[in-house]
């Protein structure tokens, strides 16, 4: 018995002394360490490390692909001690810090954590006790905020429904001195963090968001150079701080963004990416400002005979894809109506708003747009239609140019076609109505019941306008068209994840019926209040 107790205790003492070892080791390597590098293929954990490094004052990397070590070890000074953040399940590099070793480095050191973003947040310095807390669904957000928490010492949180007891207990073991909420993030998240007392960014869309970020940072540093980007990748000069980051789209130059720099005081735009220029050129051609663009560095592997420069280390992020395309462009003589049917490619809804010019063969010009954004949901048809034309007996081309982008404000892509205008002679006679509206909370869905009032067979779609989610209003709309026989009902189908304070937000409901013969062309619609 003596024995067994005896080895019991050796066994604890060598846990403990494990322990104690790991714990003076771990503080040792992230105080000692002169360069942060992340291991890691999950941008959340590349964007933390970086933010953790310039926070507690050190310089900062990333591995950007499987081949990225031995190259970003080249560049490094062999006596820097590097402190490698590797990911356990999404590392590029496996034994990174024996590679550091044997490439001459001195005392490099590795730490891993499940989490590491809330992993290095607890090994930030007391005095760090200001926090910006975003969803991590999306980077947007993310590249938005990192300047200004550079600048006010603040560390980036991702929260969501599913971590938010973690993040909670987090930020209580820190007493934050304050709390900053930017873009939309879960219901869960919002009403966890109330008894902070957090300040709120959620102006509908990321480039409005962005501008409300800009403009914080230079109420305290009031530079008069930005970086240009479009907040969809990862890159040093992004991550420092230096100054504010504004967003312009990958075509397009949002309305708000050009008004916001129009009336600042802002002279100088660095684009990063050669991708932007179109962009980038645009705000200089329209609003004077100068830019530069930052497109490569110099060349890190000596063995190249002639290697004088390289592309960016740049980190990719999630990203919504937006896509646009037009199915077709007809004239329709029965209605004396222009038809154009587009067909969102993308992953997620998108908003549009065209201008369609009509050119005929004997000069006769004709132009015609929409005045606000029209939804198409991930994988639909939508047929947009102008009504009151007549047009003479002859050939049409119809120029195309529609912008389009993720909500009604972010229109930041453009679409552009040219193709010779069809011509058709189809009356419709579908009638439809809507009857009525439930939500069923358990599945998650909204049952549309509508019910064919005419004389013929119809094909139904629809959206609901409007609705309150997470305390932002937004479209939704249902998945493919059904079709309705005369004298027939059906509960049309849209999901959607709605809780208890979402429900109370929508006690009326606004939905729109589109509706027609052809499954292709739903050119009528019916919009109803409902319950």
């Given at each position: 018995?003596?024995?067994?107790?005896?080895?019991?205790?050796?066994?604890?003492?060598?846990?403990?002394?494990?322990?104690?070892?790991?714990?003076?080791?771990?503080a040792?390597?992230?105080?000692?360490?002169?360069?942060?590098?992340?291991?890691?293929?999950?941008?959340?954990?590349?964007?933390?490390?970086?933010?953790?490094?310039?926070?507690?004052?050190?310089?900062?990397?990333?591995?950007?692909s499987?081949?990225?070590?031995?190259?970003?070890l080249?560049?490094?000074?062999?006596?820097?001690?590097?402190?490698?953040?590797?990911?356990?399940?999404?590392?590029?590099?496996?034994?990174?810090?024996?590679?550091?070793?044997?490439?001459?480095?001195?005392?490099?050191?590795?730490?891993?954590?499940?989490?590491?973003?809330?992993?290095?947040?607890?090994?930030?310095?007391?005095?760090?006790?200001?926090?910006?807390?975003?969803?991590?669904?999306?980077?947007?957000?993310?590249?938005?905020?990192?300047?200004?928490?550079?600048?006010?010492?603040?560390?980036?949180?991702?929260?969501?429904s599913?971590?938010?007891?973690?993040?909670?207990?987090?930020?209580?073991?820190?007493?934050?001195?304050?709390?900053?909420?930017?873009?939309?993030?879960?219901?869960?998240?919002?009403?966890?963090?109330?008894?902070?007392?957090?300040?709120?960014?959620?102006?509908?869309?990321?480039?409005?968001?962005?501008?409300?970020?800009?403009?914080?940072y230079?109420?305290?540093k009031?530079?008069?150079?930005?970086?240009?980007?479009?907040?969809?990748?990862?890159?040093?000069?992004?991550?420092?701080?230096?100054?504010p980051?504004?967003?312009?789209?990958?075509?397009?130059?949002?309305?708000?963004?050009?008004?916001?720099?129009?009336?600042?005081?802002?002279e100088?735009?660095?684009?990063?990416?050669?991708?932007?220029?179109?962009?980038a050129?645009?705000?200089?051609?329209?609003?004077?400002?100068?830019?530069?663009?930052?497109?490569?560095r110099?060349a890190?592997?000596?063995?190249?005979?002639?290697?004088?420069?390289?592309?960016?280390?740049?980190?990719?992020?999630?990203?919504?894809?937006?896509?646009?395309?037009?199915?077709?462009?007809?004239?329709?003589?029965?209605?004396?109506?222009?038809?154009?049917?587009?067909?969102?490619?993308?992953?997620?809804?998108?908003?549009?708003?065209?201008?369609?010019t009509?050119?005929?063969?004997?000069?006769?010009?004709?132009?015609?747009?929409?005045?606000?954004?029209?939804?198409?949901?991930?994988?639909?048809l939508?047929?947009?239609?102008?009504?009151?034309?007549?047009?003479?007996?002859?050939?049409?081309?119809?120029?195309?140019?529609?912008?389009?982008?993720?909500?009604?404000?972010?229109?930041?892509?453009?679409?552009?076609?040219s193709?010779?205008?069809?011509?058709?002679?189809v009356?419709?006679?579908?009638?439809?109505?809507?009857?009525?509206?439930?939500?069923?909370?358990?599945?998650?869905?909204?049952?549309?019941?509508?019910?064919?009032?005419?004389?013929?067979?119809?094909?139904?779609?629809?959206?609901?306008?409007?609705?309150?989610?997470?305390?932002?209003?937004?479209?939704?709309?249902?998945?493919?068209?059904?079709?309705?026989?005369?004298?027939?009902?059906?509960?049309?189908?849209?999901?959607?994840?709605?809780?208890?304070?979402?429900i109370?937000?929508?006690?009326?409901?606004?939905?729109?019926?589109?509706?027609?013969?052809?499954?292709?062309?739903?050119?009528?619609?019916?919009?109803?209040?409902?319950?």
């Amino acid at each position: 018995m003596g024995v067994k107790v005896n080895s019991m205790r050796v066994k604890l003492f060598v846990l403990l002394a494990l322990i104690l070892a790991l714990t003076t080791n771990l503080a040792f390597a992230q105080e000692d360490a002169g360069y942060i590098l992340s291991n890691s293929d999950n941008w959340q954990d590349v964007y933390s490390s970086s933010i953790y490094g310039t926070l507690v004052g050190k310089g900062s990397g990333f591995l950007a692909s499987e081949k990225h070590a031995p190259l970003i070890l080249n560049n490094l000074n062999k006596q820097t001690k590097i402190l490698i953040v590797t990911s356990p399940e999404n590392k590029y590099t496996v034994g990174f810090e024996r590679l550091a070793i044997d490439a001459g480095f001195v005392e490099p050191s590795e730490l891993s954590f499940d989490n590491i973003n809330i992993g290095l947040g607890e090994l930030l310095p007391a005095e760090i006790n200001q926090f910006i807390v975003i969803d991590g669904t999306l980077g947007y957000d993310a590249i938005s905020v990192a300047p200004y928490a550079i600048l006010t010492k603040s560390y980036v949180i991702f929260a969501d429904s599913g971590n938010i007891g973690e993040v909670d207990a987090y930020l209580s073991s820190r007493n934050p001195s304050k709390i900053l909420i930017v873009g939309q993030v879960d219901n869960s998240v919002r009403t966890t963090l109330e008894k902070y007392n957090p300040e709120k960014i959620n102006e509908g869309d990321r480039f409005s968001n962005n501008i409300e970020v800009v403009k914080k940072y230079r109420q305290i540093k009031p530079e008069k150079q930005v970086i240009l980007t479009n907040g969809e990748f990862i890159e040093s000069e992004i991550m420092s701080g230096v100054e504010p980051v504004l967003f312009i789209g990958k075509q397009q130059v949002p309305e708000q963004t050009k008004e916001y720099i129009q009336n600042s005081d802002i002279e100088v735009g660095v684009l990063i990416g050669n991708e932007l220029i179109g962009p980038a050129t645009n705000i200089r051609r329209e609003l004077g400002i100068s830019t530069f663009v930052k497109f490569a560095r110099g060349a890190r592997d000596s063995s190249a005979s002639i290697a004088n420069v390289e592309g960016l280390d740049l980190f990719f992020l999630p990203i919504a894809e937006t896509n646009l395309a037009i199915e077709s462009a007809s004239y329709n003589k029965a209605t004396k109506q222009l038809e154009v049917t587009y067909r969102n490619t993308g992953n997620v809804p998108v908003y549009l708003r065209g201008t369609v010019t009509l050119n005929g063969n004997s000069g006769d010009e004709q132009r015609f747009g929409e005045v606000e954004p029209i939804f198409v949901h991930v994988g639909d048809l939508k047929t947009v239609t102008y009504v009151g034309i007549s047009l003479i007996d002859q050939t049409y081309t119809a120029e195309i140019y529609t912008l389009f982008g993720e909500t009604q404000t972010s229109l930041d892509k453009a679409l552009e076609a040219s193709l010779v205008l069809g011509q058709i002679d189809v009356l419709d006679n579908c009638e439809v109505d809507a009857t009525g509206l439930k939500y069923y909370r358990s599945r998650e869905i909204f049952q549309l019941s509508v019910k064919n009032i005419g004389k013929v067979y119809c094909f139904v779609d629809a959206e609901l306008m409007s609705i309150v989610i997470n305390g932002e209003k937004q479209t939704i709309g249902m998945e493919g068209v059904e079709g309705l026989d005369v004298g027939d009902s059906k509960k049309l189908k849209i999901k959607a994840n709605l809780d208890a304070s979402d429900i109370e937000d929508n006690e009326i409901v606004n939905a729109k019926v589109l509706y027609g013969q052809r499954e292709n062309a739903l050119t009528k619609q019916l919009i109803k209040s409902l319950e």
